[in-house]
């Protein structure tokens, strides 16, 4: 049995049946467990308050003094219970409603894409942009992905305008989660927002469970297959205003695809934590639900209105609102 006191960095309280006694042990950042020793009394079930500290454990909290003391659910097979420390969250179907990114976000890519490429053709970034889509293109012929027609390397403007678009346009009617496509959309959406045309929706528990894990020194993390650039807009620009001042970072798919364990190994590595656990992600599909937890990490799967089905039986906790968690 065994309890944690939450605090930065954490301390566990292990109690050894065969000797009956606890012992403390710091979680330190480097990743390693230090034990600080042997602390007089059995400690109660998780969930219940702490013993009265002994004078040994008083002197290692008092070092600590602001740090709440809660005993946390959820143990794992070493009998160490280690504190949330972070949130990771999905965008479409978790703080944002599907059919803001159907009938708004992909749609006004979709209509300006040509535009946009007729007016800023010329730059580094844009340019980019081609490079990397030409490249994404090279691959989709090669497999016959429908709608993939070559982008030339060396054709006219005219003539590339048009490759990208039929292409961009294809991509956006399959939803491809690609890196290529979500780096052009984040620059047109850019205009969107930056014209007030597109302001973005959250759900209306979302600015408060922001506010409230904020409050409770959780650090939130924004993880969505669209770009980085595009998340700081849809959450600076929000029907609630702007939300960027309770989230610590963005992750994209730059880290990797949102249904692979990798990625989320890599996010816990980004994140600093000593244990993938610590981190909760929160997701409306199945598949991510499934990578993430594989990589170890607390899944919550997310309900929304017009979400899609999930598999019978899939064994996730769930919620239909963040003010839950
Ligand atoms: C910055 S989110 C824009 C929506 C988007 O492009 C998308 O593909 C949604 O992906 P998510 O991973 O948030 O489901």
Same mark, same amino acid.
């Given at each position: 049995?065994?309890? !944690?006191?939450?605090?930065?960095?954490?301390?566990?309280?292990?109690?050894?049946?065969?000797?009956?006694?606890?012992?403390?042990?710091?979680?330190?950042?480097?990743?390693?467990?230090?034990?600080?020793?042997?602390?007089?009394?059995?400690?109660?079930?998780?969930?219940?308050?702490? #013993?009265? #500290?002994?004078?040994?454990?008083?002197?290692?909290?008092?070092?600590?003094?602001?740090?709440?003391?809660?005993?946390?659910?959820?143990?794992?097979?070493?009998?160490?219970?280690?504190?949330?420390?972070?949130?990771?969250?999905?965008?479409?179907?978790?703080?944002?409603?599907?059919?803001?990114?159907?009938? &708004?976000?992909?749609?006004?890519?979709?209509?300006?894409?040509?535009?946009?490429?007729?007016?800023?053709?010329?730059?580094?970034?844009?340019?980019?942009?081609?490079?990397?889509?030409?490249?994404?293109?090279?691959?989709?012929?090669?497999?016959?992905?429908?709608?993939?027609?070559? /982008?030339?390397?060396?054709?006219?403007?005219?003539?590339?305008? !048009?490759?990208?678009?039929?292409? &961009?346009?294809?991509? /956006?009617?399959?939803?491809?989660?690609?890196?290529?496509?979500?780096?052009?959309?984040?620059?047109?959406?850019?205009?969107?927002?930056?014209?007030?045309?597109?302001?973005? &929706?959250?759900?209306?528990?979302?600015?408060?469970?922001?506010?409230?894990?904020?409050?409770?020194?959780?650090?939130?993390?924004?993880?969505?297959?669209?770009?980085?650039?595009?998340?700081?807009? /849809?959450?600076?620009?929000?029907?609630?205003?702007?939300?960027?001042?309770?989230?610590?970072?963005?992750?994209?798919?730059?880290?990797?695809?949102?249904?692979?364990?990798?990625?989320?190994?890599?996010?816990?590595?980004?994140?600093?934590?000593?244990?993938?656990?610590?981190?909760?992600? &929160?997701?409306?599909?199945?598949?991510? !639900?499934?990578?993430?937890?594989?990589?170890?990490?607390?899944?919550?799967?997310?309900?929304? #209105?017009?979400?899609?089905?999930?598999?019978?039986?899939?064994?996730?906790?769930?919620?239909?609102?963040?003010?839950?968690?």
């Amino acid at each position: 049995m065994a309890a !944690a006191v939450a605090s930065s960095p954490p301390i566990f309280l292990v109690v050894d049946s065969r000797v009956k006694q606890t012992k403390a042990i710091v979680s330190e950042p480097c990743g390693q467990f230090k034990n600080l020793g042997w602390v007089s009394g059995v400690l109660p079930p998780c969930g219940s308050v702490l #013993p009265k #500290p002994s004078k040994f454990l008083k002197r290692v909290l008092g070092r600590r003094r602001n740090a709440p003391v809660t005993a946390e659910a959820g143990t794992s097979s070493n009998g160490i219970a280690p504190a949330r420390r972070c949130i990771v969250l999905d965008i479409e179907g978790t703080t944002t409603p599907i059919s803001f990114v159907t009938d &708004v976000l992909f749609p006004y890519a979709r209509d300006n894409v040509g535009k946009h490429l007729e007016l800023t053709y010329d730059t580094a970034e844009t340019q980019d942009d081609i490079e990397l889509l030409r490249a994404q293109v090279v691959e989709d012929v090669v497999k016959n992905v429908v709608g993939a027609v070559p /982008i030339p390397t060396h054709g006219d403007r005219e003539e590339v305008i !048009a490759s990208v678009v039929a292409n &961009v346009q294809a991509m /956006i009617k399959a939803d491809r989660k690609i890196t290529s496509l979500k780096q052009l959309q984040g620059h047109i959406w850019r205009t969107g927002f930056w014209s007030n045309e597109i302001e973005a &929706v959250v759900y209306d528990d979302v600015p408060e469970a922001l506010e409230k894990w904020h409050a409770m020194g959780l650090k939130v993390y924004v993880y969505s297959s669209g770009s980085r650039l595009a998340q700081r807009l /849809i959450f600076g620009n929000t029907n609630y205003g702007d939300l960027r001042k309770y989230l610590c970072g963005f992750f994209d798919t730059t880290i990797g695809n949102k249904k692979e364990k990798k990625s989320y190994q890599e996010i816990w590595e980004s994140l600093g934590v000593d244990d993938p656990s610590q981190i909760l992600f &929160v997701t409306d599909v199945y598949q991510e !639900a499934i990578a993430a937890k594989a990589a170890g990490l607390e899944v919550i799967i997310s309900i929304r #209105p017009g979400n899609g089905p999930l598999p019978e039986n899939h064994g996730f906790q769930t919620t239909n609102s963040l003010s839950e968690i």
